[in-house]
């Protein structure tokens, strides 16, 4: 399963590090990301507020399931 994380924070990173722990997940990929996350996960340079961007990539990498972090 690949995985989509939005956010950038600590809180992110926290999820990340879970996400990761998982047999059932292939790929992470955060959108943005930290520099936390891109140790264990794929960072995409994205605004979060940018959805049809987001979309795309959602669609690029096959993302299965997506995690929105911030309260944005």
């Not at 990173?13 to 794929?42: D, L, Q, W």
């Amino acid at each position: 399963m690949n995985i989509g994380l939005i956010g950038s924070g600590g809180r992110e990173h926290a999820i990340c590090k879970k996400i990761y722990e998982s047999n059932s997940v292939r790929k992470i990929i955060c959108f943005p990301g930290n520099a936390g996350t891109s140790e264990i996960a794929t960072n995409v340079p994205v605004d979060i507020l940018d959805f049809k961007k987001i979309l795309g990539y959602i669609k690029k990498y096959k993302i299965d399931l997506v995690i929105v972090g911030p309260e944005e």
